[in-house]
């Protein structure tokens, strides 16, 4: 392997055609540079200059190789200044996981600000449910996630940010907006599997136990935007957090009720610790956020 030392040399060379004013170029004498070239040649196998008693050219090979060589070298010396701004957390890569709700509140506002202030930073966005986000943590996938669950019920394991804590309202039919609270409980639900979110799932269910009310399940389907759609085929009712109101679909209504053991959704950004600077950096970020935000303040 040629060391950097020596493609600068060939590079200087490559330039000033001169031994001589390459050699005090690179504080050397022209003997030591010679002998560099020439076990540079040696090593690639080729004639890099074609040398006279008058004259130094660069072969052909030569010049196809001295735009790369300079581009090496131009690698190389910014190879601090990388490091540098990746240990401050302004370079780098951040991979982050978020659930569909959460875009329809503050975090596409978050992402377009942090790209702004880091625009070294190459943001990877994959949008995933709880436990697809769990097993991407697991296999080194992800950085940091936006997550939903059931108030004070975050995964284990850890490090996280409380963005919000919201009420959960019904999607109903605009043709049943006139029926009672507990006429909509009796409606056939639709819902969200189990899997992708434990503790919010309980927390409904729990809630129909609470009204004395038996749970009919109609259908389960695992993003928002498609419940939404199937409570506009008047398929059956839905819970989603109120911040999916936002969510407007021709024939769907939204109702907050007013009893006693609503379900509640809490969103957290999650992140395990000891994190690289540019995911602290995020944090921080959304942290600021947070502070200027009316629900912050």
């Not at 001169?18 to 080729?46: C, D, I, N, W």
């Not at 982050?96 to 942090?114: D, I, K, N």
Request: aromatic letters at 6%.
């Amino acid at each position: 392997m040629t060391d950097l030392r020596t493609w600068r040399q060939f590079c200087v060379l490559a330039r000033e055609l001169h031994f001589g004013r390459a050699a005090q170029r690179l504080h050397m004498t022209q003997p030591p540079l010679s002998l560099a070239m020439q076990k540079l040649e040696q090593a690639l196998g080729v004639t890099l200059f074609e040398r006279s008693r008058r004259s130094v050219r660069l072969s052909a090979a030569g010049a196809a190789l001295l735009p790369q060589a300079e581009a090496l070298l131009a690698q190389a010396e910014a190879l601090p200044a990388v490091a540098r701004s990746a240990a401050a957390g302004i370079s780098g890569r951040l991979r982050l996981g978020f659930v569909s709700t959460v875009g329809y509140g503050e975090m596409p506002q978050w992402l377009r600000q942090f790209r702004e202030r880091f625009p070294e930073v190459a943001l990877q966005l994959r949008e995933a449910t709880l436990d697809v986000q769990l097993e991407a943590f697991d296999r080194d996938e992800l950085d940091a996630g936006f997550v939903i669950h059931a108030p004070d019920a975050e995964p284990a394991g850890f490090e996280t940010l409380r963005l919000s804590e919201e009420p959960m309202v019904l999607a109903h039919a605009e043709g049943v907006g006139a029926a009672s609270p507990k006429a909509l409980l009796d409606a056939p639900l639709i819902i969200f599997p189990r899997e992708i979110a434990p503790s919010l799932h309980d927390a409904v269910l729990a809630f129909y136990a609470t009204q004395g009310r038996r749970v009919a399940i109609a259908q389960e389907a695992i993003q928002m935007q498609t419940i939404v759609n199937l409570v506009s085929s008047g398929m059956g009712v839905a819970w989603v957090p109120r911040s999916v109101m936002a969510l407007q679909r021709a024939g769907v209504s939204y109702r907050a009720l007013r009893m006693p053991g609503l379900p509640r959704c809490e969103t957290r950004l999650i992140w395990r610790a000891p994190a690289a600077p540019v995911v602290d950096g995020f944090v921080a970020h959304v942290r600021q956020a947070l502070r200027g935000s009316p629900e912050g303040k």
